[in-house]
């Protein structure tokens, strides 16, 4: 790993490249976070409560060799972080058809293979990752034993020819474990969820057939296969109360998910699993 000086995080102030404020897009806004602009080649987001803790995390992978995820770069002038951008496509709020490719989906559990891989080992120290909510009802969780991306959604995933060639996005990053942080990819892209609730344009796609593609392609061993029904009944709940707590006392994009209905969704695919555990697990294990 390299060990190359770079000023602290905190210490990190951004000069602009000649000309660049004359190259300004405004980028897809995120569930979240808003104000997100490329300027040039760089990304600008609104400074956050983890965004040093991020900024961390971002240094290790780089240092690690982890090409997948972009840089940080310090603070602009108005404050707001700066990262390099990652050139690519990413998908739309409802993914487009191009997305249900299955080459995509087995180089998405590739590339998060190796995010993971490169992570080993990190912990933050100068700046600790915010707490998360944890519900007052009992919730298993899982150790934090690995700082991960924890949100690679379709519109998180940079791809280039077809494969998925980095994540952006790692606003929701922190400890976890390698599986739930799979899984939670896998939820996203096979899609595990309520048929009422599937994307148009992805009705007729098979997500037993799915999630063993991103199984085999991640290399989940026959463990983990068998666990993840109940890891996935056991996220949902959390996901809702976490969902819930958030709206009320965070506001903003969390007030807005939930005013259009997303505890509904995560309960219905809560129920979905329950009704198909069984073949889940034949689909991963047979």
Not at 20 to 40: C, I, K, Y
């Amino acid at each position: 790993m390299s060990t190359r000086y770079r000023p602290p995080a905190e210490a990190r102030v951004y000069v602009p490249a000649p000309g660049e404020a004359s190259d300004v897009e405004l980028m897809p806004a995120g569930d979240v976070t808003e104000g997100v602009v490329r300027v040039g080649g760089t990304i600008r987001r609104p400074h956050q409560p983890q965004s040093l803790a991020v900024a961390g995390y971002l240094d290790w992978l780089e240092d690690a060799g982890f090409d997948g995820a972009p840089r940080y770069l310090g603070r602009d002038v108005e404050g707001r972080d700066v990262l390099t951008f990652l050139p690519g496509q990413c998908a739309g709020p409802v993914p487009e058809a191009w997305v249900q490719s299955e080459e995509l989906l087995a180089s998405v559990a590739r590339l998060l293979r190796r995010l993971h891989t490169a992570s080993a080992g990190f912990l933050p120290d100068t700046h600790a990752f915010p707490p998360r909510y944890i519900p007052p009802r009992a919730v298993r969780q899982d150790p934090a034993e690995l700082v991960c991306h924890l949100d690679v959604t379709p519109q998180n995933v940079v791809v280039r020819d077809g494969l998925a060639a980095g994540l952006v996005d790692f606003d929701l990053a922190g400890p976890s474990t390698a599986l739930r942080d799979s899984y939670n990819t896998a939820m996203h892209w096979t899609p595990l969820r309520d048929p009422a609730d599937v994307w148009p344009g992805w009705e007729g796609v098979d997500p037993f057939r799915r999630l063993r593609i991103f199984a085999d392609a991640y290399g989940w061993d026959q463990d983990e296969r068998r666990r993840v029904p109940g890891l996935g009944i056991e996220a949902a709940a959390l996901s809702y109360e976490r969902m819930r707590h958030n709206a009320a006392t965070l506001g903003g994009g969390w007030a807005r998910m939930w005013d259009d209905g997303v505890g509904e969704l995560i309960l219905r695919r809560r129920g979905w699993l329950e009704a198909n555990a069984e073949q889940l697990v034949a689909a991963l294990t047979e």
